[in-house]
Nanobody
Framework: QLQASGGGLVQAGGSLRLSCAAS????????RGWFRQAPGKERKFVAA????????YYADSVKGRFTISRDNAKNTVFLQMNSLKPEDTAVYYC??????????????????WGQGTQVTVSS
């Protein structure tokens, strides 16, 4: 089970840090990712990190502003979001794939999903 938290309302230019804690099993050997979905739009890839954190991947729209990291001892993945923009407003979902080396953007490649946390950026 994946539990996402840390969302909220923030002004443009502000920061938020999302967390996704896993329970029930360890995901230290799996790749972890974040996706987001705005109202009326499809779910889109945001970032991914491989099993040991050796490789990270980002959507072009968040490069340089968002940072994904993980703490395998705590079975948790984080998404630090800086310089937030109104277009970042969405429900953010964490996901995990059994492929520990996958850093791709296809939602279908991810095996486990969290329930989502709302991020709202006001202008």
């Amino acid at each position: 089970q994946l539990q996402a938290s840390g969302g909220g309302l923030v002004q443009a230019g502000g920061s938020l840090r999302l967390s996704c804690a896993a329970s029930g099993r360890t995901f230290s050997s799996y790749s972890r990712g974040w996706f987001r979905q705005a109202p009326g739009k499809e779910r889109k890839f945001v970032a991914a990190i491989t099993r040991n954190g050796g490789h990270t991947y980002y959507a072009d729209s968040v490069k340089g502003r968002f940072t994904i990291s993980r703490d395998n001892a705590k079975n948790t993945v984080f998404l630090q979001m800086n310089s937030l923009k109104p277009e970042d407003t969405a429900v953010y979902y964490c996901a995990t794939t059994k492929d520990g080396y996958y850093g791709g953007s296809s939602p279908g490649q991810y095996d486990y999903w969290g329930q989502g946390t709302q991020v709202t950026v006001s202008s």
